[in-house]
């Protein structure tokens, strides 16, 4: 996923649940696109979000590959 707006729901991708971020205690929740970067290496854009279960802040920033669109 490349560029995605602020306000999109995604979720982790499987592969990015099992092989990543298999010990993240929201690695099961839907996320919301809180704000993005361009990571300025070629890989892409860096994605933060909330989670929408807990409306919390997740720890951590996702590449758009790591994650999908609800």
């Not at 099992?18 to 205690?25: A, G, K, N, R």
């Not at 860096?46 to 802040?57: A, W």
């Amino acid at each position: 996923m490349e560029n995605l707006e602020l306000g999109t729901k995604v979720r982790l991708t499987e592969e990015a649940k099992e092989e990543t971020y298999s010990d993240m205690i929201w690695k099961d929740d839907d996320l919301i696109i809180i704000d993005k970067e361009n990571d300025n290496q070629g890989l892409g854009y860096i994605y933060s979000f909330n989670s929408i279960s807990s409306n919390s802040e997740v720890t951590c920033s996702l590449y758009g590959y790591e994650i999908e669109l609800i």
